[in-house]
């Protein structure tokens, strides 16, 4: 990767690959790109910045040829919560944005990565260490998105040599920017409530199991995943990864360590903890292990850590 387009850019994964992109690859070589460009934005100041709405193929493909990109990265897309409450809009954001960007990565040869999820699991699909290929029958319109876009990843790449690239993110936990309307948000909302309330109400119910992972540990996934040596990735597109599989009583028992007044109360959510049962527990990476090097640093008690510090500097 030398020259770097992200769309997207000004979302929960955005915010923070664009600054790690700007800080290895030099700011001269990272595009952000998103649909709004907010004044005084760290995002937008801190480097080279364009409007991109993903479903304006032309306008994309104009940015990528002004900076000469050799990648993209893209991230634009309608979260599971937000896609299962206006289908139709998630339908044509995630597939018609994905497909411009394939075009526009096929028309310039340029490398290309996009996240899928473990939203691309359905309830037939092996609950526990979920192998990296099985049943993918999502009853959701988020999943039914990263299947089809896994496919189509994969056959831009067999069909016109794309050199797509991909991962299955589980729930992605952050102190930047907020995540926006996911299933598994619940685990990023629990230490700001901590902090500010000494309690939360969890709209995910206790005894959930879900695949969490700290941001650091995506963000160097995605970047270790774009400079692997291609020859050596059976799997390409969609690898399984995660850090830690817990439910929220082992977080906010985490939390307490620290917080020792923290109470959490439980009031499922119907859409959103229909969603979460029908993901796994656990997944399996020893792929993405295998054939790259993932590896994770962070585990509960290291993120709970470090979440409390940076939000407690973040609020103070
Ligand atoms: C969501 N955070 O909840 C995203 C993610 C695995 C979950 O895809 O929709």
Redesign the pocket.
């Given at each position: 990767m030398k020259k770097i387009l992200v769309t997207g850019c000004l979302g929960?994964i955005g915010t923070e690959l664009v600054t790690e992109l700007r800080k290895r690859y030099g700011k001269d070589n990272v595009v952000a790109s998103d649909i709004r460009k907010p004044e005084g934005n760290a995002i937008v100041e801190g480097g080279i910045f364009e409007i991109i709405d993903v479903l304006d193929k032309e306008k994309m493909l104009q940015v990528a040829k002004k900076y000469e990109v050799d990648t993209i990265v893209h991230l634009a897309a309608l979260?599971?919560?937000v896609?299962e409450a206006k289908p139709q809009l998630a339908w044509n954001i995630n597939m018609g944005g994905l497909v411009n960007a394939l075009e526009v990565a096929r028309e310039l040869n340029c490398k290309f990565f996009t996240p899928s999820?473990?939203?691309a699991f359905g309830p037939d699909t092996p609950k526990d260490s979920t192998p990296q290929d099985t049943i993918q029958r999502p009853k959701t319109m988020?999943g039914v998105t990263?299947v089809s876009g896994e496919l189509l990843c994969d056959y831009y790449h067999t069909k016109f040599g794309v050199d797509t690239r991909g991962v299955r993110?589980?729930?992605?936990i952050s102190y930047v920017a907020p995540?926006g309307?996911?299933?598994?948000?619940y685990a990023v909302d629990i230490y700001y409530e901590a902090l500010k309330n000494g309690k939360y109400t969890s709209y995910i119910d206790k005894g959930t199991y879900?695949?969490m992972m700290y941001m650091p540990d995506a963000i160097n996934a995605i970047i270790t995943l774009m400079e692997a040596d291609a020859s050596k990735l059976k799997h390409r597109n969609a690898f399984n990864i995660t850090a830690m599989s817990f439910e929220p009583s082992e977080i906010a028992a985490e939390i307490k360590k620290h917080i020792p007044e923290f109470e959490i109360e439980f009031k499922p959510d119907p859409i959103r903890q229909a969603?979460a049962n029908s993901?796994p527990n656990s997944i399996d990476c020893t792929c993405a292990k295998k054939e790259w090097g993932f590896k994770a640093e962070y585990d509960l008690a290291k993120m709970t850590k470090d979440m409390l510090e940076k939000l407690k500097e973040k609020e103070a």
């Open positions: 929960q979260l599971s919560a896609a999820s473990i939203g988020y990263k993110f589980p729930g992605l995540p309307g996911g299933t598994t948000d879900m695949d969603i993901w």
